[in-house]
Every structure is written in C-alpha cells, then in structure tokens.
C-alpha cells in the first residue's frame, strides 16, 4: 500500500477525500468518544507521514514542490477541522484538544522545517484557535513563531502576527474567564511574552498593541476579571490601572474634575497648630518610620 | 514645639466616601495624620516620608512613596498650588494601594529621559 504522502502527492487523492468522514453528517451519530480518538489517530497519522516525507527528501527542489503540497493540505485540513467543531460544538468540547493538536502539529511542522508563513495558513490557525477551547502548547508554539517571525525583521509578517496573537490572548481571557488556574497560567505567559519583547527591543510599533493586550489581560487577571480599568497612554503604549488603586482614581478623579477643584472639601486651613515631634511619636510607635 | 499650618487642604470627595472606609484603621489614622504634614511642607514632608513627581497625564501631580501596611504599599497623590500667597493649598486626589503597573509606566518614561 502506497504511503498516504505519496498518494496524496500524486494527486491520487485529495485530502478531502482523506478527511470526509469526519465532516460528514454521519457525524452526528458517531459517539464524540470515538470522534475524538478518530482525529487523534488521524493527526497522528499525519504527523508521521509529514516526517517521514521531510526526513527523507533532501532535494531542494523536491521540497519546494512538497512545500506547495502540503500547504494546501493544511488549509483542507484546518477547513475540515473547522468544519467537524461547527458540527459538534454544541456537544463535546473533547474534540477541541485535537484541534489544539492539530494547530501546534501543524506550527511544529512550519518552525522544524524553517518555512514562512502564509498569510492564508496564518489566518487559518487563528480561526481554528479562536473557536476552539484551545491548550496552551498551540498559543505557546504560535507565539514562537510571531517572534522568529520578528526576529528576520518581515515587518509586515509580524504586524499581522502580532495583531493575530492579540486577538487570541483576547480570546483565551474570554474562554478562560471563570477557570482561576487557567486565568493564572495565561497572566504566566503574558508576563513571559511582555518580557520576551524587551529583550528582542523591537524596534516599531506593531508589537505594542499585542504588549498592550498583555498588559490589559495582567491587569484584568489581577483585578478578578473587572473590566472598568483606567486606561493611560505612555508613549503610545496603554497601561491599564486599577480602579481600586491610588494611581487608578487619582486619573479618574483627575479626568472627572477636568482641573475644577471647587467641589473639592477643604479639610485643613492655614493657621492650625501642628505638633511635628507628637506626630514622629506617632509614626515611629505605629512603625511607619523607624 | 507647635509648628503652623501653611497651606489649605482639600480633598476629593471620594476620599471620605470610598477610599477611607476602605482602608484598615491603622491607614485610616495615618491619613489624618499625613494631612497635617502635607500642611505645614508639602514639599519636603518634613522629612518623614519620600515622594516622586508622577508623569504624563499625571504630570504636576506627586506620590508619597513609602507606606506600607500589612506588606502592600499605598500612595497618598497630590498636587501643591502655590501660585498665589493668598491660596496657597494642596489637593489630594486619591489615597489607596499602589498599582505597580504604573511604575513600568514611570520606568519608560525615565528611561527615555535619561
């Protein structure tokens, strides 16, 4: 039996037709149990062959022409993935860890063989991920990518990225709003990208927006999901402060007053006796100086 | 030896409305007492507490720095007007826990500058 890869390359079937059963109707009466374990095995499955078929071709050329393959592969594969959640959404959110699967097999795939990423595939990802209950490994993966694709400067590649990575730190909050330990692991990795950032000094602006989505998530995370945050610009970039904290009223309060400080309580006068020695007693008894 | 206040001193009302009830008693004391230093030298908070000027749309308007209670750190934000012998005064806008976030904010800033 012809290798699937070898089949596929062929053109002796399509992936379509590999993939249709699960994007058949006949899905409906499949148990999500043995859906979930016919992806699994099939994500396997083609994990193998795409080794198999990069670890034995050492032909540029070769590759080239795999590479146009395979990329059409993954857009029949994402669209069937795509596909198989509308239909079953509603009803198992076991299948959403394959999907999770089947994206970071997929980027694994792109950063072990060094190869850019189209747009289309990109977009196809962020699609899979936004609607799927994702883990933490694809964002991860995903998120490595964003930066090697920062790192050989294609400006335009990683301003989509980053705008792409955005939406899907948005997303996650949003899923992961009730799931404290999830919610933790997620301000985790917005602490490591913020971090991550600062060391590879990117030089323009189209990481800041993902920074700024970071910096927002950290802040909603830390203030138990509150979303009234106070946003405030510093060089282009938003900071999000609390609205419980000093810094976050006093820009409130600043806004509101709009410099009018009228209605403000005038609770001291010049004149009054203080006592500076009394209050040093004071201070140092309640250990606020020593 | 009785010092004199200097200055007039006014606060938000959310401060008495919100801030203060909020606070444990022993910060709810310490206010009163930081009222009574803003009052006599804003500038220098006679010595007993430290502060920085606060940035961009914060600009104009300081934080005093060093209270802590329980191991989390506060900030008492206020802004010295001085501008006229008859109304020389002092606003206080807020006195709560401090957000570290705006410290990477200030840090930027600084950065920048120097």
């Given at each position: 039996v012809a290798k699937w890869s070898d089949r596929y390359r062929a053109g002796a079937v399509s992936a379509q037709q590999l993939f249709q059963p699960m994007a058949d109707s006949q899905l409906e009466r499949v148990s999500h149990e043995s859906l979930e374990l016919s992806l699994g095995n099939l994500i396997c499955q083609v994990r193998a062959e795409l080794n198999t078929l990069f670890s034995t071709d050492s032909d540029e050329a070769r590759r080239f022409d795999d590479y146009s393959q395979i990329q059409k592969l993954i857009h029949e594969m994402c669209e069937i993935s795509e596909s198989t959640q509308f239909t079953i959404s509603q009803k198992s959110n076991l299948i959403f860890s394959k999907a999770d699967d089947l994206v970071n097999m997929i980027l694994e795939f792109y950063a072990n063989h060094d190869w850019p990423l189209s747009s289309n595939v990109f977009n196809r990802i962020q699609s899979l991920l936004s609607k799927s209950n994702i883990e933490y490994n694809s964002l991860n993966t995903f998120y490595e990518l964003v930066i090697s694709i920062g790192e050989n400067e294609d400006v335009?590649?990683?301003?989509?990225?980053?705008?792409?990575?955005?939406?899907?730190?948005?997303?996650?909050?949003?899923?992961?709003?009730?799931?404290?330990?999830?919610?933790?692991?997620?301000?985790?990795?917005?602490?490591?990208?913020?971090?991550?950032?600062?060391?590879?000094?990117?030089?323009?602006?189209?990481?800041?927006?993902?920074?700024?989505?970071?910096?927002?998530?950290?802040?909603?995370?830390?203030?138990?999901?509150?979303?009234?945050?106070?946003?405030?610009?510093?060089?282009?970039?938003?900071?999000?402060?609390?609205?419980?904290?000093a810094e976050g009223k006093a820009l409130d309060r600043i806004r509101e007053s709009n410099g009018d400080t009228s209605h403000w309580e005038t609770v001291m006068q010049p004149g009054e006796a203080v006592d500076l020695e009394e209050i040093s007693s004071w201070l140092e008894v309640n250990g606020f100086i020593q | 030896m009785d010092s004199f206040s200097n200055f007039f001193i006014k606060q938000h009302p959310k401060i008495k409305n919100e801030d203060l009830p909020n606070l444990p008693d022993r910060l709810q004391k310490l206010y009163l007492v930081l009222l009574r230093i803003l009052s006599v030298d804003p500038y220098t908070l006679s010595g007993k507490f430290t502060s920085h000027k606060l940035e961009r749309e914060l600009k104009g308007w300081i934080a005093i720095d060093n209270i802590k209670d329980a191991g989390l750190s506060y900030r008492l934000i206020y802004r010295i007007n001085d501008s006229s012998d008859k109304d020389r005064r002092v606003d206080i806008a807020s006195f709560d826990i401090h957000d570290f976030a705006y410290d990477k904010a200030q840090e930027r800033v600084y950065r920048q500058r120097f």
């Open positions: 335009g590649a990683a301003s989509d990225a980053f705008k792409s990575i955005s939406k899907l730190l948005s997303n996650s909050f949003d899923i992961f709003r009730n799931e404290s330990r999830l919610l933790n692991t997620l301000k985790n990795l917005s602490n490591v990208y913020i971090s991550s950032l600062s060391k590879i000094d990117f030089p323009s602006a189209w990481a800041s927006d993902f920074k700024s989505t970071c910096l927002k998530i950290i802040a909603l995370i830390e203030n138990g999901g509150n979303s009234e945050l106070i946003s405030f610009e510093v060089d282009g970039e938003t900071i999000y402060l609390s609205p419980d904290s | -």
